[in-house]
């Protein structure tokens, strides 16, 4: 199986429970609830994406012919000198490509494996850690998994109707763009009020790195 890849890169992880850790990040080319056109962001299923997931131009974006050769690509964007080798593949939607194949092959190469999902499909076997983000208007399939990270406000979309789902921890993170500062406001009073949820904030965007 080919993998089409948008972008692979090292960085710090910037939301939610594993914020501040090293990571790989491969964020794979394309999305089952918007193309990634903005002419086309009006009538899609999620519209507010503030990610550039679409083609395969980023750093180190390409057409990977084999799960070897995308695996080759990872470790060279791990620095040799640390350890506790960690991988978060994101999209679009991961899921769309991510096999069971790349998963074990990855796991033999000493990594450990994360996604970020919008949680309408179910994912292969083995995965290290799992990240849902429940997008309205989408229907969800994968409902138990370590974190869920629900993006706010999306109106008549409330956190409660998650909370009895099967995952470790549950994030509030402020819808980007010209509300920001309004939606922190009122994810944190949310947070303040709700304990079971805690308030995702994406620091990579506010420190200024990818």
């Known amino acids: 199986m080919s993998y089409s890849i948008k972008e692979i890169y090292f960085t710090v ?16 080319s ?22 550039d997931f679409f083609g ?33 593949f994101t999209g679009g939607e991961p899921l769309l490509q991510l096999d069971q194949l790349l998963i074990d092959e990855l796991h033999k190469k000493g990594f450990k494996i994360a996604i970020e999902t919008n949680g ?3 994912p292969p076997n083995n995965i290290d850690w799992i990240c849902v983000s429940p997008k309205k ?10 974190e869920l990270k629900l993006v706010c406000p999306q ?7 998650f909370e009895e789902l ?13 509300d920001l500062q309004k939606n922190i406001l009122e994810c944190v009073a949310y947070c303040v009020e709700n304990p079971l949820w805690r308030l995702s904030l994406q620091t ?5 790195i990818k």
């Open 155 to 161: 109106y008549d979309f409330p956190p409660e109707q």
């Open 120 to 122: 309408t499909m179910l």
């Open 30 to 51: 394309g999305c089952n609830l918007w193309t990634g056109r903005e002419e086309d962001r009006s009538k899609a299923v999620c519209t507010f994406c503030d990610t």
């Open 204 to 208: 990579h965007k506010i420190i200024g």
């Open 56 to 88: 395969i131009d980023g750093e180190n974006g390409a057409k990977y012919p084999s799960c070897h050769d995308l695996i080759k690509k990872i470790e060279e964007c791990w620095p040799k000198e640390l350890d506790e080798k960690f991988v978060v």
């Open 13 to 28: 992880q910037g939301e939610g429970f594993q914020t501040g850790k090293n990571a790989v990040f491969c964020r794979f």
């Open 166 to 178: 099967n995952f470790k921890h549950f994030y509030i993170q402020p819808m980007d763009g010209k």
């Open 137 to 146: 208007n989408a229907k969800l399939i994968l409902l138990e998994g370590d």
